[in-house]
């Protein structure tokens, strides 16, 4: 819009205090007529007026200027507490009649911007306002209109615009919601110990809070328990860990009866197990070159408590020297086979015979030990193919292959080769780089012994197939073989070297049962709001349908896609927070999707107590916009700047009347050409009239 204004301009010909000078210097002059009273003092005075008129130059100046429109900002709430209760409904339906509204106002433009879910931070409704008015000149904003649920986590101390902030509240006043919060929840459980969790449920908006409510407690699928709680109170909830990886825990509380939402009335809690320091036995046989090898690894690891005994000589040789110049201390053969056998996690027979220094009865207790779920290792050389070997003992049931006659040492260079199995197979698992049928690009080992497998999984072979590593479930236990004491030549860097120590920690933590080295295995976790499932099995078929159910009862089934090293993985979104659960048939495993924004969910009513203080800086109001079938809107006025901005059933944009001046015109009252003339006429009046 085009409009012109005219008006009185001075553009001076000398200095303002020079003007100022010469008026003054004037008056003076006038002075002594004024006292003497003289005739054609105001002749006098006229003419030093037009003098001074002249100087200081007047105009008339014509602007033409160009009306700029006003801009109003709407800010519309897309957060995850805007949605519950129909509140995104209604705020959808005050956008659409807003944006009709504003537009109609005469010089008003409108712009809108949206309040997005934000992760973890909250709502950030004054960062979008912010961003949005760094595109906005202040003269020309009109004012901001916020449509929310009041759940705001970044109100600023001082308001970040000069306009009226009018906020549009979606819900009801006065709305009361049952929430469960977790006070502690550790990280990491030792296995066959418990944990503590803490939690709070409360009533907030109660008038009477108070009373009790009733906590349901599932943990990794199993049967729920509950629990009664008192509101406001801290509770304790004790949670068994059972297994190492993670275990989840669900805690729900009951609703309560007009709550607004359910949303936040559920936690789930993640708890990984972890062992505590584990006890390892290691009994080395005759020296030899690589007898080091396993102390040097267990004692590497500080988790690991290492008990370790080298026998020296054989009970049956006589060399007439003294006892005690043979032992530092008596093998303590009863007390480790038997009295604390089972306070071991691991036991280690590095090259070891049977000389008769374990009777039958302990050997029969290591294998029940064994079966009972315990783990055995054994390194073997020459002595296990002779008539002292383990494989001849009341051990021999546990073990997964047995030496294949006297002759069963093989001398000669070779490459040791993982199997086709041991591809598949975490503690083998991609250790080479090379192809299968390619030869491995590690050192060569010069000895291992020749054996009958009868049962296990050979995941390293020795030339023609034979094996060379066998793994093996027995009972609850599991036994590793490793039928050749050369490993240590990697070790050394002796033509090449090889993964010694990645193999050796790799098939000790799988003896020790840790998560990560499964064989057959399903785990499930959630990042990002994606589940990922993933199966490994030894098993070459197609992996089979794996089902996937929500936490609100939805079963999803879907065929994971084959990867490498024997695993399958599929990925969904998990957008409900809670327990999800997969299962291929055989195996289940769970993960916990917590809530994408715990500041959003924490608390679900819909409140003006954050916003009010931004409205009441800024002039704006706080509008409620009622639970009718359409959304309770005020009325939009222009109201001009200093006036009120709100009132009843109506609030107010800013009128800021903000131009841009387009052309000047400017044309002088007194040119030169006239103030000449009229100044000297009027002195010469003034002197006739004083020289009469």
Known sequence: MRQAIAGIDFAPILPLWLLLALAALALLALLPGLLRRARGLLWRAAAFVLLLLALANPRLVEETRETRPDIALLAVDRSDSAVINGRDTRIEAARMALETRIRRLPEMELRTVEVPEAGNQGTRLFAAIEQALADIPRARLAGVVALTDGQAHDVPAAPPMDAPFHALLAGRPGETDRRLRVVEAPGFGIVGRSVDLRVIAEDLGARE???????????????????????????????????????????????????????????????????????????????????????????????????????????????????????????????????????????VFDRFANRGILPPAYLRNIADYVRGGGALLMSVGPEFSGPASLALTPLGPVLPARPSGAQAVAEGAFRPRISALGARHPVTEGLTTTAPEAEPAWGRWYRFLRADQRAGSTVMEAPGGAPLLVLDRVGEGRVALMLSDHIWLWSRGHDGGGPQQELLRRMAHWLMREPELEEEDLAARIEAGRLTVTRRSLEAGPPPEIAVTAPDGTVTRSRPEAVEGGRATLTLPATQPGVWQASDGRRTAFAAAVAANPLEIADLRADDARLRPMAQATGGSIRWMGDGPEPALPEIRRVAAGRDASGAGWIGLRRNADHTVTGIAALPLLPPWLALPLVLGVAIIAWRREGR
């Open 209 to 347: 809070p108070g009373g009790a409510a009733m906590l349901t407690i599932r943990r990794d699928g199993q049967p729920p328990r509950q629990e009664s709680v008192a509101l406001g109170r801290e509770h304790r909830i004790t949670v068994p860990i059972e297994r190492g990886g993670p275990t989840v825990v669900e805690i729900a509380a009951e609703p309560r009866p007009g709550e607004v939402s359910t949303l936040n009335n559920r936690q789930v809690v993640t708890i990984t197990g972890v062992r505590d320091r584990l006890r390892v036995l290691l009994i080395s046989g005759e020296p030899h070159a690589g007898e080091r090898t396993w102390r040097r690894l267990l004692k590497a690891d500080p988790n690991v408590d290492l008990v370790h005994f080298t026998i020296l000589r054989p009970p049956e040789r006589d060399d007439l020297t003294p006892l005690n110049e043979l032992a530092l201390i008596a093998f303590p053969v009863r007390e480790l086979f038997q009295v604390k056998l089972r306070e071991f996690d691991l036991i």
